[in-house]
């Protein structure tokens, strides 16, 4: 064990304490456009295709700037980079919240994507030291709880918050968890802890991209471009309205139980990419089941709420493994540039497919093939530790 995961293993509970705090400012800001829909048409005159962008725009940085961001957080100093990225979200959000116009809507969604960029990369590079060779996967399945966690949380204290503050309000509430987690990241991290490829001097030898990676990287991709699709889509496939908004966001609440409940079984039995593998297959199962219409809306959900437990739970488990220490960083950057691509991707080919045909049955099907080729691709990953 390197001595950076010495001095983090000490704290590590502490440390995954302060990763879920920042992630999850990270989250409430990421789920603050789509209830606010109504209110920043209203106030702003924007078009569904203007809010579409405005949804999107956070997640612009990631696909640009996350290699070399994760390679950067493998050198930088934890706590200063952290602190600075937390600084930069809540610049960001309160950009959001007051901006005068659909320019400053832009830009502050833009900005606070790239904090929430960086902070994302650390503290998952962070965990991956903090609990090198022990409760890994667990660690990692706390932390992507907080993802579901997030948008749950904001969809109900919505209406109480806008009710209460008005929309500026309930924004700036949302800015202000990215200064809550500011004195929690100090008390985590230690002044002296860096990634190891500040001292390693590897050079571009650091950045090379092996097999394994690239596999787990671009089978991560195809999981998002089918998954991502799902909460689009679903809702409209569920049958519409308040109802089929309901039924898609069990799978939400299915990914919050169960995401550490896969990570403490992964640590148990090992083998993380049969995790991946079998979660895409199953995913793809259930969208096949879903193109027949032979599964109900709810049981659907249901089950691709267990593959969001399984599949990013154990897919964020593998860059530790993988790589060397100085290079998890840039390997979790490097997984990150490609699962935004398949945001992109995903959700745009199944729209266009519904319009081509009118219904979901060809979106479902290539969705399902997509998974299918992304479980396939994550058995190129090899055997694990």
Not at 215 to 235: K, Q
Not at 307 to 330: H, I
């Amino acid at each position: 064990m390197n001595d950076a995961s010495n001095i983090l293993g000490q704290r590590r509970w502490l440390v995954l304490a302060s990763a879920v705090v920042s992630f999850f400012a990270v989250g409430t800001t990421f789920f603050a456009v789509p209830p606010l829909v109504p209110a920043l048409s209203e106030a702003y005159g924007l078009s569904h295709l203007h809010l579409g962008f405005l949804m999107g725009a956070i997640a612009v940085p990631a696909i640009f700037l996350s290699i070399p961001l994760g390679a950067a957080v493998d050198r930088w100093p934890a706590r200063a980079a952290g602190n600075l990225a937390l600084m930069v979200m809540f610049g960001g959000a309160a950009l959001f919240a007051l901006a005068p116009g659909y320019g400053a809507l832009l830009g502050g969604r833009i900005v606070f994507g790239i904090g929430g960029l960086v902070m994302n990369l650390l503290v998952a590079r962070l965990i991956s030291d903090a609990f090198s060779g022990r409760q890994l996967a667990l660690a990692m399945g706390f932390f992507m709880a907080v993802y579901p966690a997030s948008m749950i949380v904001v969809y109900s204290v919505h209406p109480f918050l806008f009710e209460t503050l008005g929309r500026q309000g309930e924004l700036m509430i949302l800015a202000a968890l990215a200064a809550v987690a500011l004195p929690l990241h100090s008390l985590a991290i230690p002044r002296n802890v860096r990634g190891q490829a500040a001292a390693a001097k590897e050079g571009s030898k650091s950045l090379t991209v092996g097999r394994p990676l690239f596999a787990l990287g671009f089978s991560w991709m195809l999981f998002f471009a089918a998954y991502a699709a799902v909460p689009t889509f679903a809702p409209g496939w569920a049958g519409g309205g308040k109802g089929g908004l309901l039924t898609v966001t069990v799978l939400m609440w299915v990914a919050l139980v169960f995401s550490p409940l896969a990570g403490a079984v992964i640590d148990r039995v090992g083998r993380p990419v049969a995790w991946v593998v079998l979660g895409q297959l199953l995913l793809a199962g259930v969208l096949a089941l879903m193109s027949a219409s032979l599964v109900p809306p709810l049981v659907a959900m249901l089950l691709v709420g267990l593959c969001l437990s399984a599949v990013p739970t154990a897919t964020y488990a593998l860059p530790g493994r993988l790589v060397p220490p100085e290079r998890v960083g840039f390997a979790f950057g490097f997984i990150t540039a490609f699962s935004n691509l398949g945001t992109v991707i995903g959700p745009p080919v199944a729209g266009a497919l519904w319009d081509a045909t009118g219904g979901w049955t060809l979106s479902w099907a290539v969705l399902a093939v997509i998974a299918v080729v992304g479980g396939g691709v994550a058995g190129l990953i090899g055997k694990t530790e």
